[in-house]
């Protein structure tokens, strides 16, 4: 099992363009999120999507959109990049449940200049 | 008021020593308690979860909750320079859906 995937690793884009995230999970888990991590703030949750077909704000979804494509993939838009959208972006997913847990993906290093 | 507040540290202890890091939360309705390991330019990894009041132990390491206190604790035992690195603790919310939230994170240096 590959876990948590997250594509591009890198990605360094100009004020105004688009890009979308990409994160895969294979582990059959129901609930994906999408967090920014910046120094000194911790982990930020974006958005995230509770099941298959559904996605909901989280604490700074501003200048951010989802898309829950099936239960394995759930992406993460940036319609008109910032420089303060410069962050490590992290895509985590849970099975649900009493005892649920969180796993990451390896994070998406991205760069606004 | 965070949900979540850890002391950013760095918190410097010898190696061998006994590492306690400290983790306060605000919500009585929290339900699950974690710590995750840090790397520097690496992902969150899970170390311990804790569902309830008490110690939980796995090998180095022992997880302490207090939720009269609202006071989460993890102690590593005979810390190694490979234990160095940024220690966070998480929270889950929610009945009908799991919130997770994040403190700031602790960096812990373990010097040889």
């Known amino acids: 099992n590959a876990g948590v995937t997250q594509t591009p690793k890198f990605q360094v884009l100009k004020t105004g363009q688009s890009m979308t995230l990409q994160c895969a999970q294979d582990m059959n888990h129901n609930s994906m999120y999408w967090y920014r991590q910046d120094p000194g703030m911790g982990l930020r949750l974006i958005y995230y999507s509770a099941s298959e077909g559904t996605t909901d704000k989280g604490e700074v979804p501003n200048g951010y959109n989802v898309s829950r494509l099936n239960k394995r993939e759930f992406s993460l838009r940036l319609e008109s990049a910032a420089p303060s959208q410069t962050s490590v972006y992290f895509c985590a997913s849970s099975v649900g449940g009493p005892e649920d847990t969180q796993y990451f993906g390896p994070g998406t290093r991205l760069t606004v200049l | 008021q965070k949900e979540v507040e850890q002391n950013s540290g760095p918190l410097s202890v010898p190696e061998g020593a006994i590492a306690s890091l400290n983790c306060t939360y605000s919500d009585r309705g929290s339900q699950s308690f974690f710590w995750y390991r840090q790397y520097s330019g690496k992902s969150p990894e899970l170390i311990m979860s804790?569902?309830?009041?008490g110690d939980k132990e796995d090998g180095r390491f022992t997880a302490q909750l207090n939720k009269a206190s609202q006071y989460v604790s993890l102690l590593i035992r005979d810390s190694q320079p490979s234990d160095s690195a940024t220690y966070l603790c998480a929270v889950r919310q929610g009945h009908n859906f799991n919130k997770f939230y994040f403190g700031s994170g602790t960096k812990l240096n373990v010097k040889p």
């Open positions: 804790i569902y309830s009041n």
